[in-house]
């Protein structure tokens, strides 16, 4: 083997990711509620193009073909989301149809041997919960449907996360408009989002523990290294204030540190926020979800955005086509620092991947992806640094298995190692797909074979 092959420790855990609103498709079918993420759909002017996640890949219909296709490409694991509103159709409501969806799933994936991560909560709030995460009820319905499911299929899955990324809910949705409810500069929805989100995820762990389940529970954050764009102190500053508000007000009140000043600075007290909730807050977890793209650039701008920040990356950065840049050693540098300062006992990169526009075929009718490959394996190397470095990192996800509906951008950006033709709903496999594969079989990759001159973009 060349002397520049990178070799990952015995049992990592190599997997793939997805969420149910991404790939499912049929999202009213068997009993299933409409939620606010279908309303969104379905609202002129907030999706690119018009479109909508009715069909995305059909994976409702086409699980049996997907897992086949897993186990083709050799995956020791498999993340996906369960749809609140597919399993409970009123707050008590457990919908039988929508639950013997996932345990047929489940009943796949362990007859293929792909160890299942299921993630609760990728964003679809049924339309009953009243209030949406802005009600702290919202919070206990949650922690209801989370039981309900922990009932019927807590055994068939050894890893459990409450939720992914909580802070596109409260952002995205109260300070930036491009998610449900679609509100600007809400800083008052903003934080109490925040909140609710922390108790209905501890007071899910909490359940998971008191029912004795014999697998691990934790949460999935979109994590960044904040990078200041200068070394002057406003940037410096400012790199600080994004940090604590993208990580303090999760993982910080999570490891029993409460929140930072800086949020009550920007949000204000959440309405009906306690003290003795910080106490709920602060449950261990078994692992941390980290989905990791890009760093975020700090530079202070009043006004620019709702943090006063422009996040625009630097001349000559290589980007992705939704233009996140690309440095890949900062992955490396961020699981070290979590584990340090928080002392996770286990990291997974739940999210990591590229974006591309590649639906176009070339004549042999595969998708030559060599900057999504260069991508991985950079990444991958960086990761692998971060383990020798000693953070117990135990596992890697690629997002995403399959090009799917990306929320406000539609069907546009491609992140998937398998394509998907939307009109025959064809899969195949992109050669980053075939990269992938054989890494899984070779447990690492040899860094000196990655593409010479990916085909990045470069920021001008
Ligand atoms: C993450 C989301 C995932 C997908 C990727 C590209 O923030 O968790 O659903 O949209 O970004």
């Excluded at 999706?47 to 409702?60: K, M, P, S, V």
């Excluded at 309405?271 to 977890?285: C, F, H, M």
């Excluded at 950006?413 to 394509?419: D, L, Q, S």
Aim: with cysteine.
């Amino acid at each position: 083997m060349s002397s520049q092959f990178i070799s990952f420790p015995k049992d990592f855990l190599w997997g793939a990711a997805t969420s149910s609103f991404q790939i499912e498709g049929s999202p009213l079918a068997d009993g299933a509620v409409s939620s606010d993420w279908y309303r969104f759909t379905k609202t002129p002017g907030r999706i690119l193009n018009g479109e909508n996640a009715d069909t995305a890949c059909d994976h409702y219909h086409r699980y049996p073909e997907d897992v086949a296709l897993m186990k083709e490409l050799g995956l020791k694991t498999y993340r996906f989301s369960i749809s609140w509103p597919r399993v409970m159709s009123g707050r008590k409501q457990v919908n039988a149809k929508g639950l013997d969806f996932y345990r047929r799933l489940l009943g796949e994936l362990n007859d293929a041997g792909i160890t299942p991560n299921v993630t609760l909560f990728h964003w679809e709030v049924p339309d009953w919960a009243e209030g949406d995460w802005e009600n702290r009820e919202t919070a206990h319905a949650f922690r209801d449907y989370a039981e309900a499911v922990f009932k019927a299929l807590g055994k068939e899955a050894p890893l459990w996360s409450t939720m992914n990324e909580p802070i596109c809910v409260a952002e995205l949705g109260r300070l930036f408009g491009v998610f449900p409810p679609g509100r600007n500069n809400d800083r008052t929805a903003y934080g109490r989002v925040t909140h609710h989100l922390n108790l209905a995820h501890a007071m899910t762990v909490q359940t998971y523990r008191q029912m004795n389940l014999p697998g691990e529970i934790g949460w999935v954050h979109s994590l960044q290294e904040i990078v200041p764009a200068t070394s002057e102190k406003k940037d410096l500053e400012q790199a600080q204030k994004l940090l604590e508000l993208s990580q303090g007000v999760y993982l910080g009140v999570g490891a029993g540190r409460g929140y930072p000043d800086s949020f009550f600075d920007f949000a204000g007290k959440p309405e009906g926020y306690r003290e003795e909730d910080l106490k709920t807050i602060a449950q261990p977890v078994d692992f941390l979800g980290v989905n990791h793209y890009f760093p975020t650039y700090a530079r202070y701008s009043p006004g620019f955005d709702a943090f006063d920040n422009d996040r625009t990356p630097p001349p000559g950065a290589p980007l992705n086509d939704l233009d996140w840049p690309v440095v890949p050693e900062v992955l490396g540098n961020l699981l070290v620092r979590l584990w340090k300062d928080y002392g996770y006992r286990k990291l997974f990169v739940t999210e990591n991947g590229f974006s591309t526009r590649d639906s176009l075929r070339s004549p042999d009718q595969t998708v030559h992806d060599d900057a999504r490959v260069h991508y991985l394996g950079t990444y991958l190397e960086a990761a692998h640094k971060a383990i020798q470095a000693g953070a117990p990192l135990k596992g890697y996800y690629v997002w995403s298995f399959l090009d799917n509906f990306e929320w406000a951008y539609g069907y546009d950006p491609r992140f998937g190692i398998v394509h998907v033709d939307y009109k025959t709903q064809k899969r195949s496999f992109k050669d980053s797909a075939k990269w992938y594969k054989e890494t899984i079989a070779k447990n690492g990759f040899d860094r000196g074979a990655l593409p010479k001159n990916p085909s990045y973009r470069y920021k001008k």
